[in-house]
């Protein structure tokens, strides 16, 4: 079951409009290495991790990326306050607010709504880590792309705190492929997983 | 057969489901005073069935565990498994 706390996990006050930053930052919402997939990636890949370690893992950075789309949300919608037609036109903002006005509607900067297409869920603990691993870092370099774009200040501190999280997770996750690969069988040098051929016999 | 944990785990859930709905009630019903009584008694009880339910079997959040000697976070099992709900 989840709870909602009025809270962010880091503050976001934003000055100055802008909605050319809104443009690339709602890559980080609905892009292919984005908060809703993030999310989604994790908290449906639980269930076939093996341990508790790994389901907590996931349970808790799937719950924390929850927060993350809210934060990125959060930066869309202040960016996005108050705009004039002309601040619209004249940032190119207008093709997303044909669709959209100032809604916040996940989907990458390059144009495409969200799709799952952009998870897995294999039910293969090892190869599910391997791909949150990626995705962690796949992630970050989105943060820093953001950042190489960005300048003020205001916006930048929430992204590079975002930029932070990727990198602990990255953590987080490597220990739990070291705790599954530690499962396994030692003469297992190529670290596949044998546990879908070995199910013990279905309960009658 | 339920056990004791799952028995106590029916009426917390119970009761929290009580107050989930409440909650939703008074998010667009926010100054009905009978909503808001019945929200605060089923508050009370499902903070009493919480805390004996957590006492006896462990916590329901990772904020709350006891934290002593082991993360009991990773001790107990996951809701999803048969017989955890």
């Known amino acids: 079951m989840f709870q909602y ?91 997303y607010f ?21 998870l897995q869920s294999t039910g293969d603990p090892l190869a599910d880590m391997h791909e949150d691993l990626a995705a962690e870092q796949k992630a970050r370099l989105t ?38 690969q530690d499962m396994l069988d030692s003469k297992n040098f190529y670290a596949f997983n044998p546990s879908f051929d070995k199910q013990k016999p279905k309960r009658k | 057969m339920e056990n004791n944990k799952q028995k106590a785990l029916r009426k917390l859930m119970a009761a929290r489901f009580a107050l989930h709905d409440a909650e939703l009630y008074l998010d667009s019903h926010p100054d009905c005073q009978e909503g808001l009584r019945y929200f605060r008694a089923k508050r009370e009880q499902a903070e009493k069935l919480r805390n004996e339910y957590e006492t006896e079997f462990g916590s329901l959040t990772s904020r709350c565990t006891k934290a002593d000697e082991r993360w009991e976070w990773v001790c107990g099992a996951f809701p999803w498994e048969r017989g955890e709900s």
């Open chain 1, 143 to 180: 943060y820093d792309n953001i950042l190489r774009l960005v300048d003020d200040p205001d916006v930048r501190d929430p992204i590079k705190f975002l930029r932070e999280r990727e990198i602990v997770h990255y953590q987080r996750f490597g220990e739990g492929l070291r705790k599954i």
């Open chain 1, 5 to 95: 706390e009025k809270v962010l996990q880091y503050p976001v006050n934003i000055k100055n409009p802008n909605p050319a930053l809104a443009k690339v930052i709602i890559s980080q919402l609905g892009g292919p290495d984005g908060e809703v997939g993030a999310a989604m990636r994790y908290l449906n890949q639980r269930y076939a991790a093996p341990c508790r370690e790994v389901q907590a893992i996931l349970t808790d950075i799937g719950t924390e990326e929850l927060g993350h789309m809210e934060m990125v949300a959060a930066i869309l919608y202040q960016l996005t306050r108050n705009l004039s037609v002309s601040e619209i036109k004249e940032s190119g903002f207008d093709a």
């Open chain 1, 98 to 118: 044909v669709d959209h006005t100032t809604g916040i509607y996940p989907a990458a900067a390059s144009g495409p709504a969200f799709t799952a297409d952009y």
